[in-house]
C-alpha cells in the first residue's frame, strides 16, 4: 500500500459510518474496470441541471435540511 492511500484510509477511518460506506463504494466504483457506465435518464439530468442551478445561485441546503434527510435513512 502507498503511504498516501494510508493516509487516507486512516483519514476515512474518522468519517462517520455512512460517509465510510459512500466513500468505500465509489472506491470500488473505480476499480471495477469492467463495469458499464451510467447512463443518466432525462429525469436524472434535469435534477443534475437544476442542481447545478441552485449552487450558482448559491442556494444550498441548511446543516438541519441534511440531518432531517438522512434520517430518514438511518
Known amino acids: 500500500m502507498t503511504k498516501l492511500l494510508e493516509i487516507a ?3 476515512a477511518q474518522r468519517l462517520p459510518p455512512e ?3 459512500e466513500l468505500a463504494r465509489a472506491i470500488l466504483g473505480m476499480i471495477d ?3 458499464e457506465p451510467h447512463i443518466l ?3 436524472e439530468r434535469a435534477a443534475i441541471e ?3 442551478a441552485a449552487a450558482e445561485r448559491g442556494e444550498f441546503a441548511t446543516d ?3 440531518r432531517a434527510v ?3 435513512y438511518s
Open 33 to 35: 474496470a469492467d463495469a
Open 50 to 52: 437544476r442542481s447545478s
Open 19 to 21: 460517509e465510510q460506506d
Open 70 to 72: 438522512l434520517s430518514k
Open 9 to 11: 484510509l486512516e483519514a
Open 41 to 43: 435518464s432525462d429525469k
Open 64 to 66: 438541519e435540511q441534511v
